[in-house]
């Protein structure tokens, strides 16, 4: 898994980040690799980390709340075509249902309770993308190309 190293990303081409330039933090090493690909990638026309919020209800704690996903990105893909994406970085094992042991655990209670708020995160995040024009994705490690 992620490994929970944080700090600063400093951009090598600022103008390129939407947000504040000087404050870009990365919350795993996963997502410092991507903000180095979007920096360093012409292809990339722009990009943020945790700059929009979206909102979303929490059935766990049952209220309403505001997701920042991991990163915003304005591509020219190979057709030239100009898209934007709003990605999600996650371990593999966190984007399926928890396997049910023989006896819950609270564990298992947590992995369950994170999981379900994720969905509903992903699901508005789906939903304010289509209503934008945009797309989302989740990468994982396989995305990534990170082995472990």
């Given at each position: 898994?992620?490994?929970?190293?944080?700090?600063?990303?400093?951009?090598?081409?600022?103008?390129?980040?939407?947000?504040?330039?000087?404050?870009?933090?990365?919350?795993?090493?996963?997502?410092?690799?991507?903000?180095?690909?979007?920096?360093?990638?012409?292809?990339?026309?722009?990009?943020?980390?945790?700059?929009?919020?979206?909102?979303?209800?929490?059935?766990?704690?049952?209220?309403?709340?505001?997701?920042?996903?991991?990163?915003?990105?304005?591509?020219?893909?190979q057709n030239n075509v100009i898209k934007k994406y709003i990605?999600?970085?996650?371990?593999?094992?966190?984007?399926?249902?928890?396997?049910?042991?023989?006896?819950q655990t609270k564990r298992y209670i947590s992995e369950v309770?994170?999981?379900?708020?994720?969905?509903?995160?992903?699901?508005?995040?789906?939903e304010w993308c289509a209503d934008r024009g945009y797309e989302?994705?989740?990468?994982?490690?396989?995305?990534?190309?990170?082995?472990?």
């Open positions: 898994m992620a490994s929970s190293y944080k700090g600063i990303y400093k951009p090598s081409y600022p103008e390129k980040y939407r947000g504040n330039s000087k404050n870009v933090i990365y919350r795993s090493l996963w997502e410092r690799k991507f903000m180095v690909f979007c920096d360093n990638n012409e292809n990339i026309l722009e990009w943020a980390s945790e700059e929009i919020p979206i909102s979303y209800y929490d059935p766990v704690y049952k209220k309403a709340r505001k997701y920042f996903p991991d990163f915003y990105i304005k591509v020219k893909e990605i999600e970085i996650k371990p593999k094992k966190q984007t399926v249902p928890p396997k049910k042991p023989q006896r309770y994170e999981y379900t708020r994720n969905q509903m995160k992903w699901e508005a995040a789906k989302f994705k989740i990468f994982t490690e396989q995305e990534l190309n990170i082995k472990y």
